[in-house]
């Protein structure tokens, strides 16, 4: 079974940089894209960026020049950072991946809130 | 760039009731890369329908996706009490959008 595991700290100051882990259990990392979505709190779902298996990346372009996904295909890991964040980037960051065959987000990590604040 | 719109934002019903949600496209896109998600309060997303109208396996063949032209249907034939939930689609275009959700809840 495959389990997508997050860490990474929950509490960020603004202008800082948030930083996020994606460990990825019981599956291969070949083959697949490894995604980022975030939540706001009483929102939608936002997608961040995704990394292949190769390590080629596309990013949300209001978020990109804030933004990396870089991967370890050995360590079967992917993460996530965010430069200068503000309050409105406080949400739950989501890991998950994308599965080519299916065209979907099959497996989804637990999900961390991040809160921006001093 | 894709806009998706889902209608209703609500959907009040009773249990054993049939749901239908909507998922409208700005523009006519290829249904293969139309997906939709169920997320339950504090809970990760869960992938319910690929492809505009496939089920992972382990999805109960009571949800179930159709699609006429640029608007998407998710239907829900017979609600069970772990249905209530908020449904997003989802187009995995250049932009990877996300409806902004509609919330079946209980009437």
């Known amino acids: 079974q495959v389990q997508l595991q997050q860490g990474g700290a929950g509490l960020v100051k603004p202008s800082e940089t948030l930083s996020l882990t994606c460990a990825v259990h019981?599956?291969?990392?070949?083959?697949?894209?490894w995604s980022w979505i975030r939540q706001p709190p009483g929102k939608g779902l936002e997608w961040i960026g995704e990394?292949?298996?190769?390590?080629?990346?596309t990013y949300r372009p209001s978020l990109r020049s804030r933004v990396t996904i870089s991967a370890d295909a050995a360590r079967k890991q992917f993460s996530l950072r965010l430069r200068s964040v503000t309050a409105a980037d406080t949400a739950v960051y989501y890991c998950?991946?994308?599965?080519?065959?299916?065209?979907?987000?099959?497996?989804w990590g637990q999900g961390t809130l991040v809160v921006v604040s001093s | 760039e894709i806009v998706l719109t889902q209608s209703p934002d609500t959907l009040s019903l009773s249990p054993g009731e049939r749901a239908i949600l909507s998922c409208r496209t700005s523009?006519?896109?290829?249904?293969?890369?139309l997906a939709w998600y169920q997320q339950k309060p504090g809970q990760a997303p869960r992938l319910l329908i690929y492809?505009?109208?496939n089920r992972p396996t382990g999805i109960p063949d009571r949800f179930s996706g159709s699609v006429s032209g640029t608007e998407f249907t998710l239907t829900i034939s017979n609600l069970e009490p772990e249905d209530f939930a908020v449904y997003f689609c989802?187009?995995?275009?250049?932009?990877?959008?996300f409806g902004q959700g509609t919330k079946v809840d209980v009437k």
């Open positions: 990394i292949s298996d190769s390590g080629s990346t």
């Open positions: 998950a991946r994308w599965a080519v065959p299916i065209y979907g987000y099959d497996y």
């Open positions: 492809g505009s109208s």
């Open positions: 019981g599956g291969s990392f070949i083959g697949f894209y």
């Open positions: 989802h187009f995995y275009g250049t932009s990877r959008t």
């Open positions: 523009q006519s896109v290829w249904r293969r890369y």
